[in-house]
């Protein structure tokens, strides 16, 4: 089964756009082996990722997890992954070495060119240099970590040339993603830009797949693949079924979104999963109204009831932000591929078979 575990409440900067609470709660060590005792609980394999917060702060629990789980797989037979998503801050060369000693996937939480504007340190700091040289250094010990940009508003102008910046640095995986919820506002002005972005960045894209460079772009390369393949329902979000969320006080719930309100509450690492609820709580997602008769409706990120409930406060009815953004990501990637296609590239061919 796969967890999210959410180490600590606490972090160490203070993001324009997010929308956690910070408090000094942390994961027990008791509740912290119940969690992994209940990975290890059901199907082939377990797989934890590391969350806070800023799980590094919780340095201790994340080694003592390691420890255990590796404990668990032998006895089991059954394999352990798992993966980190970190701002960066506190990594070190003697946690990389350990983490690669485990096959940790690290996702370092970067925006790039646009850092300074969205992500300071909670005194008000700009965190660029610091993470600029922590990304080199993840580079050199793990080429194949992952960047995650996510693009505020404020940071549109820089969108291109951000991702531009940490291909640079050496990243081959770049998700990303626009800033959701109450702390940020996207005008038209700032969508209009976004869309010329975009734009760059197709033209960054399609020269890398002609060159024959391996470039992940989270964004692109999930609607290019809906396109030509179709959607898969599996790689949609579920409530309650893709990765749970393990909280503080080790409840489990149907998304990270969802930590604290008992309707989506699961059940507990103690007591294990309820899965009578986790079986309603997913039947009740489904296609927004105003969706049904949308072309779209099969390749657009509209049910994810997180999202949904963040920006509109129902689970079931998707905002004109993400309405907006989906339309213009799908049409810049249509034409992206149909290109792409016609120029007949055994790269991309090779890519996306
Ligand atoms: S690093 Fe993550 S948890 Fe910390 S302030 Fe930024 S978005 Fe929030
Ligand atoms: S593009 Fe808008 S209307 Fe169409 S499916 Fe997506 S969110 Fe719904």
């Not at 660029?128 to 990304?135: H, N, T």
């Not at 959701?180 to 020269?207: A, C, I, N, P």
Request: hydrophobic share 35%; glycine share 8%; aromatic share 10%.
């Amino acid at each position: 089964m796969n967890f999210t575990f959410h180490l600590t409440e606490q972090c160490n900067m203070d993001c324009a756009y997010c929308i956690r609470e910070k408090r000094s709660r942390r994961m027990s060590e008791k509740t912290l082996k119940a969690a992994c005792d209940l990975a290890f609980s059901k199907g082939n394999s377990a797989g934890i990722c590391f969350f806070g917060g800023e799980p590094l702060l919780e340095r201790e629990l994340i080694e003592k997890a390691l420890d255990y789980c590796q404990q668990l797989s032998a006895e089991t037979g059954k394999p352990f992954y798992c993966k980190m998503t970190t701002n960066g801050t506190l990594l070190d060369e003697g946690f990389l070495h350990r983490a690669k000693k485990a096959g940790m996937n690290i996702g370092l939480s970067f925006d790039g060119l646009g850092q300074d504007i969205s992500r300071r340190y909670a005194d008000g700091r700009g965190s660029f240099a610091d993470v600029e040289r922590i990304a080199k250094m993840l580079l050199k010990e793990m080429p194949d970590s992952y960047a995650m940009l996510t693009l505020s508003p404020d940071a549109v102008r820089q969108y291109a040339d951000s991702i531009k910046y940490l291909y640079g640095l050496g990243f081959r995986k770049i998700t990303a993603t626009i800033a959701y919820g109450w702390r940020v506002k996207w005008t038209e002005e700032h969508l209009s830009l976004l869309q010329k972005e975009m734009l760059k960045l197709s033209d960054f894209y399609s020269e890398r797949v002609r060159r024959g460079e391996y470039f992940f772009f989270s964004p692109f390369d999930s609607k290019i693949k809906e396109c030509i393949s179709g959607m898969n329902p599996a790689e949609r979000c579920h409530l309650g079924f893709r990765q749970m969320p393990v909280s503080v006080d080790g409840k489990l719930y149907a998304c990270t979104q969802f930590i604290g309100d008992e309707d989506y509450c699961l059940g507990d690492v103690f007591s294990g999963l309820d899965t009578a609820k986790q079986i309603s709580l997913a039947k009740r997602s489904s296609m927004p109204e105003s969706c049904r008769t949308c072309a779209l409706n099969k390749r657009c990120t509209n049910s994810c009831g997180c999202m949904n409930r963040m920006e509109t406060g129902n689970e079931n009815e998707v905002s004109p932000l993400q309405c907006a953004y989906e339309r213009m990501l799908i049409a810049v990637c249509d034409e992206l591929a149909e290109m792409l296609f016609q120029e007949n590239l055994e790269s991309f061919q090779k890519r996306f078979a």
